[in-house]
């Protein structure tokens, strides 16, 4: 297996292989012990797992009922009104609709988060305004600042992603609702809350009933992350009934399989279980980020998700570090180098029983601190440097905002504490949906600051678009094609012919129950009864 390793992640851009294909290279038809998909360990349980092996030939040989069928139920254990629902073939069938029907020009995002955040709407050809995460303040992200980043790049969506992907990083619902209602002049704010219900730091985080009364809020929720159950695709998104209804009336008829049919249906009978397997997930948190931390040289960042962020010694580079977990302990990690805004210095490690940790802290022990040539920490005075295997990428992000177009000796200076400088190209025009009037400044609560009112952009400097990304400004941009001469998103992960822009090298691609048991929307309470 080790002589394909590398091939099987390059291969697979900006997220890892599937454990399919691992299986298949292992030779044993037996997969690696996981802790990179960020999955839920306890959920199913085994009664329900044998209850679907029962049911199987039904589920794989007849047509699923309708969409509308399925969500009803779904919305009746959530206590979700239905018209305020679309549920979709996993995440990314949800976002790739967004951005479809709702991005029109540009979006701005923090990095590092989700993949699919920043690849798909540069892949039809939309602005994605990038905003750094810094490492020096543990990847939190400063909404203040972001709302100030947004209003400088005049940018028409924004998203948060809470708790964010990789770092695990929490804002608080008071945060996120303040931020919501700064950003009311929008066309459209998204909050992706996948991995929420693995959180624990309030009661009720989750910021879906406000969504429903606002009208350019879509709040994303997963099932198969919750649930353990990433094959069978599926998650939904709620808010106001025009949005959701919209996103809904362009889905296919049977986007939802008869898996994801059986199991909404077979969750009313399990709930009590489904917490319990989110209280154990937090309780291993805390164990696994205390025997990580133990590691001489490892960071450990504070996360609220299912999955810990984490620094390696400086001297470890995490696709060799990776490969060997693989290949000499059979142990899959989340290297984190072809995530935009991070680099190969990072892993994220899914929390497991704690008898999977144990075996993950050995494998880790030998690999970085091994004797002699086996470790990938090197002794004191042999040096310190790592490649990256995002480095171009960084250094991309870095001067041209992802925009392609870098600046000019009189273009702007970088607006304060995003560490990006102003984009060159001319300000996009706006347009989408019709808006109410911009949000009044809000005094700020202590200690949190005021967030910026919308006021006028600072000047940008004209610079013109390269001829082979010119379009036509009635016609939509095709798929793939850059917006105003930047670039697509395996041009930004140095994977495809173009030249990059001057001076940069391309990188190489591196590796739910009866109701008084139910949780709530956000999975933590327990819904009325």
């Known amino acids: 297996m080790a002589g394909n390793v590398t091939s099987l992640f390059r291969g697979t851009a ?44 039904d589920i794989i040989t007849y047509y699923p009922s309708g969409a509308d069928t399925i969500t009803s139920e779904l919305c009746g254990l959530l206590r979700l009104p239905p018209q305020c629902v679309a549920m979709g073939n996993g995440s990314t069938e949800l976002i790739t609709w967004i951005d479809h029907l709702l991005v029109r020009e540009s979006l701005a995002v923090p990095v590092p988060t989700f993949g699919r955040w920043t690849d798909q709407p540069m892949e039809t050809g939309k602005r994605v305004d990038m ?191 990776r490969d060997r977990m693989l290949t000499e302990h059979r142990i899959l990690v989340r290297e984190c180098g072809n995530k935009i805004g991070s680099s190969s210095r990072f892993l994220r490690l899914v929390v497991r029983p704690q008898v999977d940790v144990r075996r993950l802290v050995s494998g880790l022990e030998q690999v970085l601190y091994g004797s002699g040539r086996g470790a990938a920490v090197p002794e004191p005075g042999t040096g310190t440097d790592y490649s990256s295997g995002t480095a171009a990428v960084d250094r991309l992000v870095s001067e041209t905002n992802g925009a392609g177009l870098r600046l000019t000796a009189a273009g702007p200076a970088p607006a304060a504490g995003t560490g990006m400088p102003l984009p060159a190209a001319v300000a996009p025009a706006g347009g989408g949906m019709p808006m109410p009037a911009a949000a009044q400044p809000m005094p700020a609560p202590t200690p949190q600051p005021a967030f910026p009112a919308p006021v006028p952009a600072p000047p940008f400097v004209s610079v013109p678009a390269p001829a082979a990304a010119a379009v036509p400004a009635a016609a939509p941009t095709p798929p793939g094609v850059p917006a105003r001469g930047g670039l697509t998103a395996a041009q930004v992960r140095g994977m495809t012919a173009p030249a990059p822009a001057a001076g940069l090298t391309p990188a190489p691609a591196t590796g739910w129950p009866n109701a008084r048991s139910w949780p709530s929307a956000a999975g933590t309470g327990q819904a009325a009864g």
Request: net charge negative.
């Open 14 to 57: 900006a997220h890892s292989p599937s454990m399919a294909a691992l299986t298949r290279e292992g030779g044993d038809g037996t997969g690696p012990v996981d802790f990179c998909i960020p999955c839920n360990p306890y959920f199913p349980t085994p009664a329900m797992f044998e209850e679907l092996a029962g049911r199987l030939r």
């Open 131 to 321: 905003f750094p995460l810094q490492e020096v303040s543990g990847f939190a992200l400063d909404l203040a600042q972001y709302a100030e980043f947004i209003r400088s790049r005049r940018t028409r969506v924004a998203v948060v992603c809470n708790p964010n992907n990789p770092d695990g990083g929490y804002l608080t619902r008071r945060q996120v609702v303040q931020f919501m209602d700064a950003m009311a002049d929008l066309d459209l704010v998204v909050i992706d809350e996948s991995f929420l219900e693995f959180a624990d730091a309030e009661a009720e985080p989750s910021v879906v009933q406000e969504a429903m009364l606002r009208p350019n809020v879509i709040v994303l929720r997963s099932l198969g992350k919750n649930f353990g159950l990433h094959g069978i695709r599926f998650g939904y998104l709620v808010a106001n009934p025009a949005l959701a209804g919209r996103i809904r009336s362009m889905l296919p008829k049977w986007n939802l399989n008869s898996f994801a049919e059986h199991v909404v249906f077979m969750l009313k009978e399990h709930g009590t279980e489904y917490a319990q397997s989110l209280a154990q997930v937090r309780r291993d948190r805390l164990e696994m980020a205390s025997h990580l931390s133990a590691l001489p040289g490892l960071t450990v960042y504070p996360s609220q998700g299912n999955f810990l962020f984490v620094r390696l010694p400086v001297g470890a580079e995490g696709t060799v570090v």
